[in-house]
């Protein structure tokens, strides 16, 4: 049973425009959640996180909500660049474990279009 | 700093040969952790270490084995390949979550297997 589940594999926006992906975790245990981004050939790289004492995070064009009722959380990026294309996971781990496992989701490829 | 540094980059096997793939650090970091990832599949985690001489099973450990002699390196090691082991693996490490880290996994540039 998945714990963390990105239900849409591919997103397609226009520059300059709002990418929103999405992201819904089962598990209530979950209390810290990150966003990584994954170029082609590369391993992936450290966005944004949120703790779940907080129902939003931002960061430059980058902003996380997390909504913990509905155990959901969306990246948004505004503007979106070309330079944004990439898979992007969503991660989720439960810190009281202490071991730091990390439960992705499946990705979601976002295109930008120029 | 060089981060996390894996080897080998890519790598044929045949079935039922071994082999070991290397993963090395220089952040210090006490928490280290192998992936899979399956073609359009997020990673699942294999076999994962909270320091040297310590090391527990992940999502999938079955088919693989992991040592953790120092805190720098963290092989993992494929005895008997199986097609089903054809992936990418990655390895990453962490400061882990206590003290107010966030947990946040720095990883390597992945290891691409084929078996067959």
């Known amino acids: 049973d998945q714990q963390v589940k990105q239900n849409s594999p591919s997103l397609s926006v226009q520059e300059g425009r709002i990418s929103i992906l999405n992201c819904d975790y089962t598990?209530?245990?979950?209390?810290?959640f990150l966003w990584y981004k994954k170029y082609p050939a590369e391993g992936p790289t450290f966005l944004i996180s949120?703790?779940?004492?907080?129902d939003k995070n931002e960061d430059g064009r980058f902003t996380v909500f997390l909504n913990k009722s509905a155990k959901h959380l969306s990246l948004h990026i505004v503007p979106s660049q070309p330079g944004d294309s990439a898979v992007y996971f969503c991660?989720?781990?439960?810190?009281?474990?202490?071991?730091?496992?990390?439960?992705f989701g499946d990705g979601t490829t976002l295109t930008v279009k120029p | 700093n060089a981060g996390v540094t894996q080897t080998p980059k890519f790598r044929i096997l045949k079935i039922g040969q071994s082999m070991t793939l290397q993963c090395t650090q220089d952040?210090?970091?006490?928490?280290m952790y192998w992936y899979r990832q399956d073609p359009g599949m997020g990673l699942k985690l294999i076999y994962y270490?909270?320091?040297?001489?310590?090391?527990d099973k992940g999502e999938v450990p079955n088919g693989y084995n992991v040592s953790r002699s120092t805190t720098e390196d963290f092989p993992l090691r494929l005895e008997l390949a199986a097609p089903s082991q054809t992936s990418v693996y990655f390895c990453?490490?962490?400061?882990?979550?206590?003290?107010?880290?966030?947990?946040?996994?720095?990883f390597g540039e992945g290891s691409r297997l084929t078996v067959l």
């Open positions: 598990n209530s245990m979950f209390d810290y």
């Open positions: 949120i703790s779940s004492i907080k």
């Open positions: 952040m210090n970091h006490n928490y």
């Open positions: 991660a989720a781990l439960e810190t009281l474990t202490n071991a730091g496992k990390s439960t």
């Open positions: 270490s909270v320091g040297a001489g310590i090391t």
């Open positions: 990453a490490s962490s400061t882990g979550t206590s003290g107010g880290n966030t947990g946040e996994l720095f």
